[in-house]
């Protein structure tokens, strides 16, 4: 917990499955919720034309830091002293991500290749809407 910036950090968050972003062959599980940690690798929703197997486009990231955010400090103790520090299931939920760019991300890189590969960047980026996670990658 940061009490000067009125954040609290987590390990860990809580969040619905988003129905209907998966393609219906590749996704038949019935599940409610998923758990994304720090360090997970998860799909993005981006601009542009779907891309298999979603319903939409969407990039690759890596999860570096969740937190919420809190309007006063009275919310921020009442949320320290009522449970766990380690995962966060509602709120003003914002992570800090990083970013993984595939071959038609890189200019002047082939795509003639058969190859399905991503390569780490240190492009990072805050969402500040968490719903833009689609699901783990």
């Known amino acids: 917990f940061d009490v000067s910036r009125l954040q609290a950090f987590y390990k860990e968050m809580s969040m619905p499955v988003q129905n209907g ?25 981006c601009d542009g034309a779907k891309r298999y197997p979603m319903t939409c486009n969407w990039g690759v990231a890596e999860i570096v830091t969740i937190w919420k955010e809190y309007e006063t400090r009275d ?21 800090e991500i990083r970013w ?11 795509e003639d290749v058969e190859v399905d590969e991503v390569f780490e960047t240190d492009d990072v980026f805050i969402l500040d809407d968490v719903t833009t996670v689609l699901a783990p990658a």
Do not use: C, N, P
């Open 21 to 45: 972003v998966f393609e219906e062959v590749f996704f038949k599980k019935s599940l409610s919720t998923w758990k994304v940690k720090m360090g997970d690798i998860v799909l993005l929703h």
């Open 75 to 95: 919310d921020l103790e009442k949320d320290m002293h009522a449970g766990s520090d380690e995962t966060i299931v509602q709120g003003a939920i914002k992570a």
């Open 100 to 110: 993984f760019y595939e071959r038609h991300d890189v200019a002047g890189v082939s």
